[in-house]
T-cell receptor
Framework: DAKTTQPTSMDCAEGRAANLPCNHSTISGNEYVYWYRQIHSQGPQYIIHGLKNNETNEMASLIITEDRKSSTLILPHATLRDTAVYYCIVRGYDRGSTLGRLYFGRGTQLTVWP | DAGITQSPRHKVTETGTPVTLRCHQTENHRYMYWYRQDPGHGLRLIHYSYGVKDTDKGEVSDGYSVSRSKTEDFLLTLESATSSQTSVYFC???????????FGNGTRLTVT
């Protein structure tokens, strides 16, 4: 059970911001939200993660709603090289069933067009 | 990427033969993972390791075994390959159980 819901596909014009939504309404208090992306035939690439505060790094920003039931990944200036499948994942750290493992869903195919 | 090497990158084998895939890391990370990726299923965890000789099953472990005799190497073995094990296999590592996972570039396995 991936525990997240994402749109199957999205488009974005090059140079514009890409906003990728994710619903995780059953997230529990100790679970983080992670984002990865995968370019065809390559391994998934880590982008960013957060618990409840908004996060920003050199690749993207992560906005998590106050109730933590949804989040948005923002690529501020999308380029053609950002075309990929983007995965939103929740990850827990309790000992036992998860131990930090990631469960991937089907992700969102983002296509950036010129 | 991230000091992870998977070998071989491509392999074709026949049903019933044993196959071993290797994941080698140069990061000295404690955790290592094996995933498989199939159309319509995304990535699914097969096995993972949280230290030398410490391993545990993932969600699709049947038909697979793993070994970790050194920190840097995590082997995935298909004792008797089946056509349903045709897939792309990804290895991942993480420094500890709370750090992000970083993935290798995969092994494409075809079982005929």
């Amino acid at each position: 059970d991936a525990k997240t819901t994402q749109p199957t596909s999205m488009d974005c014009a090059e140079g514009r911001a890409a906003n990728l939504p994710c619903n995780h309404s059953t997230i529990s208090g100790n679970e983080y939200v992670y984002w990865y992306r995968q370019i065809h035939s390559q391994g998934p690439q880590y982008i960013i993660h957060g618990l409840k505060n908004n996060e920003t790094n050199e690749m993207a920003s992560l906005i998590i709603t106050e109730d933590r039931k949804s989040s948005t990944l923002i690529l501020p200036h999308a380029t053609l090289r950002d075309t990929a499948v983007y995965y939103c994942i929740v990850r827990g750290y309790d000992r036992g069933s998860t131990l930090g493992r990631l469960y991937f869903g089907r992700g969102t195919q983002l296509t950036v067009w010129p | 990427d991230a000091g992870i090497t998977q070998s071989p990158r491509h392999k074709v084998t026949e049903t019933g033969t044993p196959v071993t895939l290797r994941c080698h890391q140069t990061e000295n990370h404690r955790y290592m993972y094996w995933y498989r990726q199939d159309p319509g299923h995304g990535l699914r965890l097969i096995h993972y390791s949280y230290g030398v000789k410490d391993t545990d099953k993932g969600e699709v472990s049947d038909g697979y075994s793993v070994s970790r005799s050194k920190t840097e190497d995590f082997l995935l073995t298909l004792e008797s390959a089946t056509s349903s094990q045709t897939s792309v296999y990804f290895c991942a590592i993480s420094r500890d159980r709370v750090s992000p996972l970083h993935f290798g570039n995969g092994t494409r396995l075809t079982v005929t």
